[in-house]
């Protein structure tokens, strides 16, 4: 797998693939998807082009033969943090390992450019399955939760008022 840095150019290919992991039919091909628990979109063009924009920010992408096909965003959280985040794998070559190699780059990254001994994650409180795929990768809960943005359109629209978040680390 290639990995690269975005750049503003990805915009439009990254944000379909983000979109096709995360919500709709398309989504519910992978096993990691968001489709029952929030409709809408996962994110927006404008917070793809900040992230990109953002010196504390890497959006890292997974160029396949045929064009991009997973990314992870990894960002400075502080002095010793980094954050973990928008991990996206197409969902026609989801359960191949990409994810892991996605995760194993972020940490990279999170150590080589941001100097963090410690990386962390939110993850929706109802995905069990996701919170013990991380925890296999490694990742712990901390017992820290946060609160799910329900009336921000920009993170989707729930469709219960029941979502959370629980937030998982792990040392570098």
């Not at 924009?53 to 045929?66: E, K, W």
């Not at 990409?98 to 929706?124: C, N, W």
């Not at 996701?130 to 925890?135: K, P, Q, S, T």
């Not at 901390?142 to 993170?155: A, L």
Request: glycine fraction near 8%.
């Amino acid at each position: 797998m290639d990995t690269r840095p975005a750049t503003l150019a990805d915009i439009p290919a990254l944000h379909r693939l983000v979109e096709r992991a995360y919500r709709g039919d398309t989504a519910r091909k992978g096993w990691t998807h968001e489709a029952d628990l929030l409709g809408g979109q996962r994110t927006d063009v404008e917070a793809l082009s900040d992230m990109i924009a953002d010196p504390m920010q890497r959006i890292l992408l997974a160029i396949g033969a045929d064009g991009l096909v997973g990314c992870v965003q990894v960002s400075q959280k502080n002095a010793d943090t980094a954050y973990l985040g928008l991990l996206s794998v197409d969902p026609d070559v989801q359960a191949g390992g990409l994810g892991k190699a996605l995760i194993d780059a972020a940490e990279r990254t999170a150590q080589a450019e941001f100097s963090a001994s410690t990386i962390e994650m939110t993850v929706i409180t109802q995905r069990s399955e996701l919170i013990a795929y991380y925890e296999r990768r490694g990742y712990a809960l901390t017992g820290e939760t946060r609160p799910f943005p329900h009336d921000d359109e920009r993170f989707g629209l729930p469709v219960t008022r029941d979502l959370s978040f629980v937030v998982l680390a792990k040392a570098l």
